[in-house]
């Protein structure tokens, strides 16, 4: 009888120490999962001090937000290299910030322009051109877009209207302050730059 209960006793405690050693293995690891969890969201928070106080700000996913990174280097893009004013410093200004944001297509249709004397007649007509975006289309899978706008080209004696519609496609680079969207336009050309209205202005 004796026997019987120490044999009883010795199973009763292996299976407490088992059933111990198990729990323990468990809750260990509930503990480094939970712990994982609360490194990682930590990462996703950084502190800004604005007169001293620290504000929270939440770090976001990249690519949740890359097609609206998208779309304002493409806006930035076209507004630097069509919006024009009869300057030959500014003009060189505007474009050398957009050769930033565009391969050698850029600099391909800047040349083009030069050889048509397009820059030279900005200058010698006063005109001051100014672009207006209607929409940019987007093709994330391929990394393709379409930009539809409008130019307004204001000369001395007539402001004309012209509809511009441009493809290209994009590649994702390395941020700088010159590029802070990361994005390089590449293989773009003009589809369309007609004239939609050519008004006269009155000149006495």
């Known amino acids: 009888m004796i026997v019987k209960n120490i044999e009883a006793k010795i199973r009763l405690a292996t299976w407490v120490a088992f059933g111990s050693f198990l729990t323990s293995i468990v809750l260990s690891a ?90 030279n007649s900005v200058l010698s007509s006063s ?20 930009y539809y706008g409008k130019l307004k080209i204001d000369r001395r004696s007539s402001t004309v209207i012209r509809s511009l519609i441009t493809e290209g496609y994009l590649k994702d680079i390395p941020r700088s302050d010159n590029n802070p969207h990361g994005v390089l336009i590449v293989n773009w050309k003009t589809l369309e730059n007609k004239d939609l209205e050519n008004v006269q202005k009155n000149t006495f």
Not at 56 to 77: C, G, H, K, S, W
Not at 128 to 145: C, E, G, H, N, P
């Open 127 to 146: 005109s001051v051109i100014t672009l207006q975006t209607d929409s940019i289309s987007l093709d994330i899978a391929k990394r393709y877009f379409r």
């Open 30 to 119: 509930i503990c480094c999962s939970y712990s994982y969890r609360q490194v990682n969201d930590a990462r996703k928070s950084i502190y800004i001090l604005s007169n001293g106080i620290p504000l929270q700000a939440n770090q976001t996913d990249m690519q949740v937000n890359r097609p609206a990174e998208y779309r304002a280097d493409i806006d930035l893009f076209h507004a630097l290299f069509f919006s024009l004013t009869p300057d030959d410093k500014y003009i060189e200004y505007q474009l050398k910030k957009a050769m930033y944001l565009v391969d050698e297509s850029g600099a391909d249709q800047v040349n083009n322009l030069k050889e048509n004397g397009f820059f």
